[in-house]
């Protein structure tokens, strides 16, 4: 919240042109916080405060700032002062950058680069968005397992202001291939004249090019690794990933999840202030559209009844009711399922296993509200009508919660992603299966009970 | 996958007394993944295993192990076994465990511990669950800004086997006060003789003991920090949460609030596999039942519009289609804006902002799923019904929209997790609504029509 208050502060002082109140004001913040306000400034402004920093420290705030904003400053910034930033921003950021810039300004900066940056950028920004090579970075340090720990150190204080992180050290041979770690911690206490080939660990969790950066984030959690090392398809070292990274990584698939699960298709960065109307209408429309084709089964279904309906019209009061609560309890086991194959707590062969304690605790479910809408039943209809409401909601809860648990897997099993079973969807499918019942167990009782 | 072939053997060969196989199919294993070996097994076997390794590494294996088998293996364990486990293991995991033992385990192991380690685990283990405090160790490194960047270093080496991490070193005064911190690269690129008050960060991310745990996780993300100091109401440093509790935490919140949509209660870390009928039973009901009587006021409208709907049962058709595409639309809203609320890239006061924005998109989507739907209704019911059909379907959409962006900023108003505005609950709101605006519309236009 302070920080919403420094920048109305900054941007009055920017306002009255008085650019010294507003950098005293920005001085004191951390860069990540900085950065934020840099973001939420005009282009102009924003280029115009940036400017007033040392260039290491320019390139390191610029690489916080959001990335639509960096589109706009690169735009205004001279191509000596993109060049510059080119030169000093982390490995990865600039590749991301590199992809956001238009073919021009490409070629307006990379003349002015050294050639072993422009073969890093290129290198870097050539894999495919969402694989672990476009979040990994090129500034690790990699030594030879010849050296001594001291000699490591020794190079390790050479490269640091360069590396991502320093605290964990990659081996590699001749031809790049990774064939040990060891961290600083462990270098720090080992004899001064032992070789890290003595040392190193051998085995090296670590992940390709073109996994997918879940995983990649997956294996920093699971192994609790500062940084996890990415190899080409000949085991070549080619990059690392950072744990800050993972946890970047782990909030996207978060929000990536939470959209899937409520019908929103889109990337997950996407910022919805700043959104515009189409693109927030394309996230919603498919969705919706395929919805109402499943809630027509229903409308089918009610048709088809149209004649018990007409000679008792107080069945459709519990309509919404009872249809309503399959579709419930369904995202419920739905969410509780996508999760527990998402963590990997449950598998595929775990299905009848699952199906077995659902059938239990949907019954158990089913009976608890059926209790609670018989009476309403029994005030609005009499016996008759109670007893098709209670039996009828026994049957949809079951079949609702089987339907919801049991989607997650079949998608699974068609290598789909399990969060596709979104509420709305399950709802469609269970609305339509509550219609059917319904009036089916309707039909029967009343039948009986004429 | 692969696991799951090597827990197999494993199985076969504790079932078989043959410990050696098993150790052999074990050893290669880095620890996180023969923790989750050992926690599939039965208690039993899972310490005739863990025996077999030396206690050092028992204790850091043990770390890995799930809470309930942790539990179990305790149970098993005779007292100098249980002593030396506490001796070793990590200080935030063995608060956890001594949290979960029971009184007489208690008892039987504090006379064993050193003076010094009692009370940090009984200082650890008295912070209340969800706060920095009970995630946080007390193994880090702090020094006084006295000494040099070489005797600093020293130190560093010396306490590096028990610290659980030294690569961010914590600056404090004779009373404990956190006064810098500086990281273990800054100080190995310092000249050797430069004192660490001269040369450390002084304003120092840090949070407090009751802090809540997401707001820890969402410092170390925020500011990609290797760990962050935890002080007490006196400033004093008492423990530091590491980047790798982060990331756990981040997963914990993300399916938390992927529960709170589903609209399931409950701790996020339950196993769904291991949680019995009765914890999935009280996961469920209370918020099935709520929505029960949000549904009970969908019925009441229904039964006040039963002479329209006698007079034209084909309306009944087109119920569930219209009032789920309202509770569709307004999930979709809802989960986009609990997402931006819950990352802070929306705030209170964009409410109004985000609202014209929601019109206009809402306004579109229901207009294009009016077309849809409105020759669906000529055929069904002539144009009369089609221009209902058509008018309620913009409405409801527009509607449900609303109703789904605006119920978390409400949510959040009241101090309430917006998450809360579960799919569920948005589509019983969203029906009671699309049902009395299916049928006014109805009431007006076919009056007009006659």
Same mark, same amino acid.
Request: net charge negative; aromatic share 6%; proline share 3%.
């Given at each position: 919240?302070e920080l919403?208050?420094?920048?109305?502060?900054?941007?009055?002082?920017?306002?009255?042109?008085?650019?010294?109140?507003?950098?005293e004001?920005?001085?004191?913040?951390?860069?990540?916080d900085?950065?934020?306000?840099?973001?939420?400034?005009?282009?102009?402004?924003?280029?115009? &405060?940036?400017?007033r920093?040392?260039?290491?420290?320019?390139?390191?705030?610029?690489?916080?700032?959001?990335?639509a904003?960096?589109?706009?400053?690169?735009?205004?910034?001279?191509?000596?002062e993109?060049?510059?930033?080119?030169t000093l921003?982390?490995?990865?950021e600039?590749?991301?950058?590199?992809?956001?810039?238009?073919?021009?300004? %490409?070629?307006?900066?990379?003349p002015? +680069?050294?050639h072993a940056?422009?073969?890093?950028?290129?290198?870097?920004?050539?894999?495919?968005?969402?694989t672990?090579?476009?979040?990994?970075? =090129?500034?690790?340090?990699?030594?030879?397992?010849?050296?001594t720990?001291?000699?490591?150190l020794?190079?390790?204080?050479?490269?640091a202001?360069?590396?991502?992180?320093?605290?964990?050290?990659?081996?590699?041979?001749?031809?790049?291939?990774?064939?040990?770690?060891?961290?600083?911690?462990?270098?720090?206490?080992? !004899? !001064?004249?032992?070789?890290?080939s003595?040392m190193m660990?051998?085995? @090296?969790?670590h992940? %390709?090019?073109?996994?997918p950066?879940?995983?990649?984030?997956?294996?920093?959690?699971?192994?609790?690794?500062i940084?996890?090392?990415?190899?080409?398809?000949?085991?070549?070292?080619?990059g690392?990933i950072?744990?800050?990274?993972a946890?970047?990584?782990?909030?996207?698939?978060?929000?990536?999840?939470?959209?899937?699960?409520g019908?929103?298709?889109?990337?997950p960065? @996407? =910022?919805?202030?700043?959104?515009?109307?189409?693109?927030?209408?394309?996230?919603?429309?498919?969705?919706?559209?395929?919805?109402? &084709?499943?809630?027509?089964?229903s409308?089918?279904?009610?048709a088809?009844?149209?004649?018990?309906i007409?000679?008792?019209?107080a069945?459709?009061?519990?309509?919404p009711l009872?249809?309503?609560?399959?579709?419930?309890?369904?995202?419920?086991?739905?969410t509780?399922?996508v999760r527990a194959?998402?963590?990997?707590? @449950?598998?595929?062969?775990?299905? &009848?296993?699952?199906?077995?304690?659902?059938?239990?605790?949907?019954?158990?479910?089913?009976?608890?509200?059926?209790?609670?809408?018989?009476? +309403?039943?029994?005030?609005?209809?009499?016996?008759e +009508?109670a007893?098709?409401?209670?039996?009828?909601?026994v049957?949809?809860?079951?079949?609702?919660?089987?339907?919801?648990?049991?989607?997650?897997?079949?998608?699974?099993r068609?290598?789909?992603?399990?969060?596709?079973?979104?509420? !709305?969807?399950?709802?469609?499918?269970?609305?339509?299966?509550?219609?059917?019942?319904?009036f089916?167990?309707?039909?029967?009782?009343?039948?009986?009970?004429v």
């Open positions: 919240m919403d208050l420094i920048l109305q502060e900054v941007q009055t002082a920017a306002a009255n042109n008085d650019w010294q109140s507003g950098m004001l920005l001085r004191p913040l951390p860069v990540p900085l950065a934020s306000i840099l973001s939420e400034l005009d282009a102009d402004t924003a280029l115009n &405060f940036l400017r920093y040392p260039a290491k420290e320019q390139s390191s705030i610029f690489g916080y700032i959001n990335p904003k960096q589109s706009a400053l690169a735009e205004l910034m001279s191509r000596s993109l060049t510059q930033l080119f921003m982390d490995h990865d600039r590749a991301d950058l590199y992809n956001r810039l238009s073919e021009e300004e %490409r070629l307006s900066i990379l002015g +680069l050294a940056e422009r073969e890093d950028i290129r290198q870097l920004a050539s894999y495919e968005e969402g672990a090579g476009a979040i990994m970075t =090129s500034a690790y340090i990699s030594l030879s397992g010849q050296l720990a001291t000699e490591a020794q190079r390790i204080r050479q490269e202001p360069d590396a991502e992180t320093i605290y964990q050290i990659y081996i590699i041979d001749e031809q790049r291939h990774l064939i040990g770690t060891i961290s600083l911690r462990d270098l720090l206490l080992a !004899p !001064p004249h032992q070789r890290l003595q660990v051998t085995d @090296v969790i992940c %390709r090019v073109n996994d950066q879940s995983e990649a984030a997956h294996f920093i959690a699971h192994y609790d690794l940084s996890l090392p990415v190899v080409d398809e000949d085991n070549k070292l080619v690392i950072t744990h800050d990274d946890l970047d990584v782990t909030q996207e698939e978060s929000t990536d999840d939470q959209m899937r699960l019908a929103v298709d889109g990337d960065t @996407v =910022s919805l202030k700043e959104a515009t109307i189409g693109t927030l209408y394309r996230m919603r429309v498919f969705w919706l559209v395929i919805l109402v &084709f499943g809630n027509i089964f409308g089918a279904g009610i088809y009844f149209e004649g018990l007409e000679s008792m019209v069945l459709v009061f519990f309509l009872l249809v309503d609560s399959g579709g419930n309890a369904g995202s419920q086991s739905a509780l399922m194959l998402a963590t990997g707590e @449950v598998r595929m062969r775990d299905w &009848f296993l699952m199906l077995s304690k659902e059938v239990t605790v949907a019954f158990l479910l089913g009976i608890s509200m059926a209790a609670a809408v018989s009476l +309403l039943g029994l005030v609005r209809g009499g016996p +009508l007893l098709v409401v209670a039996i009828t909601m049957l949809i809860v079951l079949v609702g919660s089987l339907i919801g648990m049991s989607l997650p897997f079949v998608l699974t068609f290598k789909l992603d399990p969060a596709s079973a979104s509420a !709305p969807l399950i709802t469609s499918i269970c609305d339509a299966a509550g219609v059917l019942i319904y089916n167990v309707a039909n029967i009782i009343l039948d009986l009970a």
